[in-house]
């Protein structure tokens, strides 16, 4: 299984909603990532986990609350959160830190949008 | 500190012509570089990558790149583009060891005409 999947596909939230979004791999990979997307822009990174504890937060607001319950899985807990948040966000894997095998692979992502 | 530059936002070709779509990096050590390519709706799939070992890195889909040092670029080729082709593609960069902290480009947008 090669593949990193994202549910949900599309997402809709008012902004007093908390909702969550899930990703999971099954490749063995010990580094995940969460990044953003806006539209005709590259993604930012947001988190990054690694053997499941966060590594990099790139000064995101707290109304974004990753979570890592194991190797497999990365949620991003969504709450409070405004209209500019509305964007694609995209997961990612690699096999870890460093080396020659950091290479990225990126889940189909959600597109969630704040009303 | 790395960054990426993509020239042009935008590049038109017709099928069947050439693709070239330029990116240039900065960074003070030896980076890791990659191409992704952006489908509407879709996620980010990897075209190819430089890590180390031979400039001349061939990818999915006929696409290919050459590594050149001296000119710190890395541009993205095919010899013959197909519809299927149109998308947007990112450079990126990470350095080797360390957070795996992918720098992209802006992206250029690949228009693909009959």
């Known amino acids: 299984d090669t593949e990193v999947t994202q549910t949900p596909k599309h997402l809709v939230m008012g902004m007093t909603n908390k909702k969550s979004l899930k990703c999971e791999q099954h490749m063995g990979h010990r580094a995940m990532y969460w990044y953003k997307q806006k539209a005709k822009k590259p993604p930012e990174l947001m988190f990054v986990?690694?053997?499941?504890?966060?590594?990099i937060n790139e000064s995101v607001p707290s109304r974004f609350s990753p979570e890592c319950p194991n190797s497999s899985l990365l949620n991003l807990h969504l709450h409070a959160l405004q209209p500019e948040d509305s964007a694609l966000y995209l997961c990612a894997s690699s096999h870890g830190q460093g080396g020659s095998y950091n290479e990225q692979f990126f889940g189909p992502g959600t597109r969630l949008t704040v009303l | 500190a790395q960054s990426v530059t993509q020239l042009g936002s935008h590049v038109s070709v017709s099928e069947g012509a050439l693709v070239l779509l330029r990116c240039n990096y900065s960074s003070s050590v030896p980076p890791y570089l990659f191409w992704y390519v952006q489908y509407p709706n879709q996620g980010l799939q990897l075209l190819l990558k430089y890590t180390t070992g031979a400039t001349l890195v061939k990818g999915i889909n006929g696409f290919e790149a050459e590594f050149k040092k001296s000119e710190t670029s890395f541009h993205l080729t095919k010899p013959s583009a197909h519809m299927s082709d149109a998308a947007e593609y990112f450079c990126a960069v990470t350095l080797s060891g360390g957070y795996n902290k992918l720098i992209f480009g802006a992206g250029t947008r690949l228009a693909v005409h009959p």
């Open positions: 986990y690694s053997y499941e504890k966060l590594s």
